[in-house]
T-cell receptor
Framework: DAKTTQPNSMESNEEEPVHLPCNHS???????IHWYRQLPSQGPEYVIH???SNVNNRMASLAIAEDRKSSTLILHRATLRDAAVYYC??????????????FGKGTLLTVNP | DAGITQSPRHKVTETGTPVTLRCHQT?????MYWYRQDPGHGLRLIHY???????DKGEVSDGYSVSRSKTEDFLLTLESATSSQTSVYFC????????????FGQGTRLTVV
């Protein structure tokens, strides 16, 4: 299965941009890059996903390297409510028509007031 | 919010007793997943299902079994609970294609004493 590598933790100040990196050097051509986040005491929630091109939505932006071996989740103005664990995952194709959803340990983002 | 419900939300049980956790969805999604989350380990996949009566193992399946007799229900059973299975369990659902988001339940906190 294709794996991702993220820093264990990062820190940011409120209202400043945050760039959360993810390495996925063994990504296959058909893997989508997904980002989820998990707020304290909650289940993970979807943030954004992409394949090759950069993506924007109301929550964040996703910048994907040209060789697709890395990506960066960008929070344009961090708020205290963005403090969470952020997971970068790849949608694995595990054979036939089956798709696993495998998580790593993620990055714990701390936002300082 | 996506229609996904876990029950019970909290349970305390004794070592050696059987325990069943239920995940119920109203979204008619094909894929359903069970994860456990422990400090320092992130989310680890236990089992997943890609259709009625179609299931497969994840990375930490020992001691767990699952069943899916209906599209909307995915049951996780601990045949004989052990203290090492004390954890927070999350259920997730997704469509078959990898470019769609997954939705998570709120979690079940299981304590085995």
């Amino acid at each position: 299965d294709a794996k991702t590598t993220q820093p264990n933790s990062m820190e940011s100040n409120e209202e400043e941009p945050v760039h959360l990196p993810c390495n996925h050097s063994t990504i296959s051509g058909t893997d989508y890059i997904h980002w989820y986040r998990q707020l304290p005491s909650q289940g993970p929630e979807y943030v954004i996903h992409g394949l090759t091109s950069n993506v924007n939505n109301r929550m964040a932006s996703l910048a994907i390297a040209e060789d697709r071996k890395s990506s960066t989740l960008i929070l344009h103005r961090a708020t205290l409510r963005d403090a969470a664990v952020y997971y970068c995952i790849l949608r694995d194709y595990s054979g036939g028509s089956n798709y696993k959803l495998t998580f790593g340990k993620g990055t714990l983002l701390t936002v300082n007031p | 919010d996506a229609g996904i419900t876990q029950s019970p939300r909290h349970k305390v049980t004794e070592t050696g007793t059987p325990v069943t956790l239920r995940c119920h969805q109203t979204e008619n999604h094909r894929y359903m997943y069970w994860y456990r989350q422990d400090p320092g380990h992130g989310l680890r996949l236990i089992h997943y299902s890609y259709g009625v009566k179609d299931t497969d193992k994840g990375e930490v399946s020992d001691g767990y079994s699952v069943s899916r007799s209906k599209t909307e229900d995915f049951l996780l059973t601990l045949e004989s609970a052990t203290s090492s299975q004390t954890s927070v369990y999350f259920c997730a659902i997704s469509e078959q294609v990898p470019n769609t988001e997954a939705f998570f339940g709120q979690g079940t906190r299981l304590t085995v004493v």
